[in-house]
């Protein structure tokens, strides 16, 4: 049990895309059941905007955007999932997390829809990260994200699973 002073960690995924396969949803889950000591970890989800209709990327994601701002608390490090972003290791994220933690505790990981996000919530979020030079599917990527950022508590915690 955490002592006196400690403030739980809250993580927020803030992501584009509603109704993630099963296999992703038990992923998370099993993710978010081993974090709930240090973490209260939850899923945002943005309703994608309706690719059916002809409109140009820019409009697709500036409606998300819209949605997407409307979910980001101004006292959250915000924290844009995005290819222009910079490559971190799980180490360089332990790092990472243990700084922000030391201003806030609450982190909320954006991720954007089919198109990305746009420039509004990349100017917008305090770091950029990209996790691999690849394209992942946007509800894997969610996977991922649960999987590392346990990943860097439990490095931080000296606790075995790192190895």
Not at 39 to 45: D, K, V
Not at 82 to 100: F, H, M, P
Not at 109 to 131: Q, T, Y
């Amino acid at each position: 049990m955490p002592g006196p002073g400690f403030t739980l960690l809250k993580v927020d995924l803030v992501a584009v895309g509603t109704r993630p396969p099963p296999w992703v949803v038990q992923g998370i889950e099993q993710y978010s059941l081993r974090m709930k000591r240090d973490c209260r970890f939850q899923i945002l989800e943005i309703k994608t905007s309706d690719r059916k209709k002809k409109k140009s990327i820019a409009v697709h994601q500036e409606e998300e955007a819209s949605l997407l701002d409307s979910h980001l608390n101004p006292g959250a490090r915000v924290i844009a999932m995005d290819s222009r972003g910079k490559i971190w290791s799980t180490e360089q994220l332990a790092g990472k997390v243990e700084v922000w933690s030391q201003q806030t505790n609450h982190f909320q990981f954006v991720i954007g829809g089919p198109d990305g996000l746009s420039d509004v919530i990349v100017n917008r979020a305090d770091e950029i990260w990209s996790l691999s030079n690849l394209t992942f599917p946007h509800f894997l990527v969610r996977v991922l994200l649960a999987e590392q950022i346990y990943r860097a508590l439990m490095l931080n915690a000296n606790h075995p699973y790192h190895k």
